[in-house]
């Protein structure tokens, strides 16, 4: 049971997150970038929360999107929402979990789902250079979050896990991305900012598995962690960002 999976967890690793609620850091961060864009799923929605926290500004925009396999229609996307008003830079997500479910339409273009994943960010990572340097503004490629699979599998499991393939394949995933990063002339202005690191440094607290956010702590005993968010954010617009 999660119950009991997330208190024996809490005991071994000495931590009280997920025993209580962790919804203020503290964390405070000044940065130039006054109007920022997130596009993506769940998971770039919370780097979203974090950034109002952690800036204090409200100057920003959240766009609900799974991203498409085929990268001139999300080409097309941001595109059409940044005619909306200025951005000094957009974060672009939603190329992880949701294309993890079997059957997704565009797996035909890979023997597997790493190679495929390879060719879709290798085509979207071209369209977000194309679009930086149409925009004048830096291009953040929001990376594959990785999961915890137990959290996900253990009594109550996620009610469309057999939909899946292997969780494993995430790790694969932001190991594909980093490499991308580093063998493709990408410019200065798109860059990687990898979740999966912040998952890796936090195991075991995120209470369905996928958000920091997640919180069922009336029902299994685990409460939010959505501020772990702050810190690792803050450094990536203190160094990454604001180099750009």
Same mark, same amino acid.
């Given at each position: 049971? #999660?119950?009991?999976?997330?208190?024996?967890?809490?005991?071994?690793?000495?931590?009280?997150?997920?025993?209580?609620? %962790?919804?203020?850091?503290?964390?405070?961060?000044?940065?130039?970038?006054?109007?920022?864009?997130?596009?993506?799923?769940?998971?770039?929605?919370?780097?979203?929360?974090?950034?109002?926290?952690?800036?204090?500004? #409200? !100057? &920003?925009?959240?766009?609900?999107?799974?991203?498409?396999?085929?990268? &001139?229609?999300?080409?097309?996307?941001?595109?059409?929402? !940044?005619?909306?008003?200025?951005?000094?830079?957009? %974060?672009?997500?939603?190329?992880?979990?949701?294309?993890?479910?079997?059957?997704?339409?565009? +797996?035909?273009?890979?023997?597997?789902?790493?190679?495929?994943?390879?060719?879709?960010?290798?085509?979207?990572?071209?369209?977000?250079?194309?679009?930086?340097?149409?925009?004048?503004?830096?291009?953040?490629?929001?990376?594959?979050?990785?999961?915890?699979?137990?959290?996900?599998?253990?009594?109550?499991?996620?009610?469309?896990?057999?939909?899946? %393939?292997?969780?494993?394949?995430?790790?694969?995933?932001?190991?594909?991305?980093?490499?991308?990063?580093?063998?493709?002339?990408?410019?200065? &202005?798109?860059?990687?900012?990898?979740?999966?690191?912040?998952?890796?440094? +936090?195991?075991?607290?995120? +209470?369905?598995?996928?958000? %920091?956010?997640?919180?069922?702590?009336?029902?299994?005993?685990?409460?939010?962690?959505?501020?772990?968010?702050?810190?690792?954010?803050?450094?990536?617009?203190?160094?990454?960002?604001?180099?750009?």
């Amino acid at each position: 049971m #999660k119950r009991n999976y997330f208190q024996a967890f809490r005991n071994f690793s000495s931590t009280r997150l997920s025993g209580e609620r %962790f919804v203020t850091s503290g964390v405070r961060v000044e940065t130039q970038a006054e109007n920022i864009m997130f596009i993506g799923d769940s998971i770039v929605r919370e780097a979203h929360s974090s950034y109002l926290r952690i800036t204090g500004k #409200k !100057a &920003t925009f959240y766009a609900a999107h799974y991203l498409p396999h085929r990268a &001139t229609l999300t080409r097309q996307l941001i595109l059409d929402l !940044a005619r909306k008003s200025r951005h000094d830079a957009i %974060f672009v997500g939603g190329l992880g979990l949701h294309h993890l479910v079997k059957g997704n339409d565009g +797996c035909t273009r890979g023997e597997s789902p790493i190679s495929q994943h390879r060719l879709v960010v290798k085509d979207h990572l071209v369209v977000y250079k194309n679009i930086s340097e149409l925009l004048g503004v830096p291009i953040v490629f929001f990376g594959s979050m990785t999961v915890d699979a137990k959290t996900i599998l253990l009594t109550p499991q996620k009610h469309d896990w057999r939909s899946y %393939f292997d969780w494993s394949v995430m790790n694969i995933w932001d190991g594909v991305e980093s490499d991308l990063f580093a063998t493709e002339k990408l410019g200065p &202005t798109v860059l990687h900012f990898r979740p999966a690191e912040l998952a890796a440094e +936090c195991p075991g607290v995120r +209470c369905d598995g996928i958000h %920091f956010a997640s919180d069922f702590g009336s029902t299994y005993g685990c409460f939010t962690s959505e501020a772990l968010w702050d810190h690792y954010l803050a450094m990536f617009l203190s160094k990454s960002l604001s180099a750009a």
